[in-house]
């Protein structure tokens, strides 16, 4: 077989194939080939974003900062803004029962902890440590419900 004989053959097949692919499609598709769909927002540019607030989605930033523990006491404040004055004033009531019952353990450590003269020196103290710590942080938490009752 010459040259020029093997190339035509070679572009005949490609235009077998051709015929044959389109003509598959075309009977796979609703509708012709010449019909165009459009499956985008009506309006919508390409590459041009909206901001979260454009969108009407609340902001994250401030959302995301409390779920990852950067704003100290992130849960108080959330449900500060959810409760009602009754719920606010029973939340300062429970802090303040937990401060007095925690101040009672660092006045009365025997009392609360069964074993507390057998304890190692180093025990004793990670309970007070943890006992002053829980009592800052009740403060604090108190402070937060006293705030949203008077609607700061």
Same mark, same amino acid.
């Given at each position: 077989?010459?040259? +020029?004989?093997?190339?035509?053959?070679?572009?005949?097949?490609?235009?077998?194939?051709?015929?044959?692919?389109?003509?598959?499609?075309?009977?796979?598709?609703?509708?012709?080939?010449?019909?165009?769909?459009?499956?985008?927002? =009506?309006?919508?540019?390409?590459?041009?974003?909206?901001?979260?607030?454009?969108?009407?989605?609340?902001?994250?930033?401030?959302?995301?900062?409390?779920?990852? $523990?950067?704003? *100290?006491?992130?849960?108080?404040? =959330? +449900?500060?803004?959810?409760?009602?004055?009754?719920? /606010?004033?029973?939340?300062?009531?429970?802090?303040? =029962?937990? /401060?007095?019952?925690?101040?009672?353990?660092?006045?009365?450590?025997?009392?609360?902890?069964?074993?507390?003269?057998?304890?190692?020196?180093?025990?004793?103290?990670?309970? /007070?440590?943890?006992?002053?710590?829980? /009592?800052?942080?009740? *403060?604090?938490?108190?402070?937060?419900?006293? *705030?949203? *009752?008077? $609607?700061?």
């Amino acid at each position: 077989m010459t040259k +020029k004989l093997a190339e035509t053959n070679i572009l005949f097949g490609r235009q077998v194939v051709r015929e044959l692919m389109h003509s598959a499609f075309a009977e796979s598709t609703i509708g012709t080939l010449e019909e165009l769909y459009h499956y985008g927002i =009506k309006g919508q540019k390409w590459g041009v974003r909206r901001t979260p607030e454009q969108l009407g989605h609340p902001n994250k930033r401030i959302e995301n900062s409390f779920n990852r $523990g950067k704003i *100290k006491n992130a849960s108080i404040y =959330k +449900k500060a803004a959810e409760y009602g004055p009754r719920q /606010i004033a029973k939340s300062i009531r429970s802090f303040e =029962k937990q /401060i007095t019952t925690h101040q009672d353990y660092l006045k009365n450590p025997e009392k609360h902890v069964p074993d507390w003269k057998t304890l190692t020196d180093k025990r004793r103290k990670n309970y /007070i440590n943890h006992w002053k710590e829980e /009592i800052r942080n009740f *403060k604090e938490q108190r402070v937060i419900m006293v *705030k949203a *009752k008077k $609607g700061d």
